[in-house]
Every structure is written in C-alpha cells, then in structure tokens.
Nanobody
Framework: QVQLVESGGGLVQAGGSLRLSCAAS????????MGWFRQVPGNEREFVAA??????????RYADSVKGRFTISRDNAKNTVDLQMNSLKPEDTAVYYC?????????????????WGHGTQVTVAS
C-alpha cells in the first residue's frame, strides 16, 4: 500500500506560478508511472500530466490545455512527483490530485491509476 499526499496549492493571481508536490510513503514509487489530475465541482476529474519511470526515460504526457505551461517531474531519491505550473489562468482553478499507475502506462485515463491522494486546492484569481 502507498499513501500519496499533495501539497503546494493555494491562491495565486492570473499569470502567476505554483509548484505542487506529491509525496509518497509506504513504498517506493520509482517503478510506477505517476500522474496529476484535476477536478472542478460538478465536473469529471480530468487528466493534466503524467510521467513514466526512470527506466522508460521519464517520458511525459500533457493535456493540451496545459502544454507549454506545466511541467511534471519526479525525484526518485525523495519519492516525490512535482507539477510546476506557470502562466496560470482562472480556468486552471481546481482541486489537483496525484495518482500512481502500477502498470506504467502514464495514461490519460483515470482507470489506469491505482492510488490517489486527497488533493490540493489551486485557485487562480483574475
């Protein structure tokens, strides 16, 4: 079993930046792909970004809406995955969730992810 805890959310003005971090405990996530999703109340949880394992060269995948603005990265020594968010827009406002994928698909599909954190709120003011 693994526990995922997100941090780094908060309130920021449009155009600003935030860095979210996801800390894993209970076991190493080095062999798993990791992803970030977000959800606005009343909407489905949507894919934001994913990263594969070190052995598959840290391939990344992004939603079109965040390409060029967000960067996902991982630190195997710290057992963490980060999401650097730049040029934030009001439409980026959501609860952001970290997720672990044991199959290393680094997929955009929620169903591929086995473990989830409880989320961190990001609010972008216009």
């Amino acid at each position: 079993q693994v526990q995922l805890v997100e941090s780094g959310g908060g309130l920021v003005q449009a155009g600003g930046s935030l860095r979210l971090s996801c800390a894993a405990s209970g076991r190493t996530i080095v062999q798993w792909a990791m992803g970030w999703f977000r959800q606005v109340p009343g909407n489905e949880r949507e894919f934001v970004a994913a990263i594969s394992t070190t052995w598959t060269l840290h391939r990344t995948r992004y939603a079109d809406s965040v390409k060029g603005r967000f960067t996902i990265s991982r630190d195997n020594a710290k057992n963490t995955v980060d999401l650097q968010m730049n040029s934030l827009k009001p439409e980026d406002t959501a609860v952001y969730y970290c997720a672990a994928d044991r199959s290393n698909s680094y997929s955009e599909e929620r169903a591929n992810y086995d473990y989830w954190g409880h989320g961190t709120q990001v609010t972008v003011a216009s």
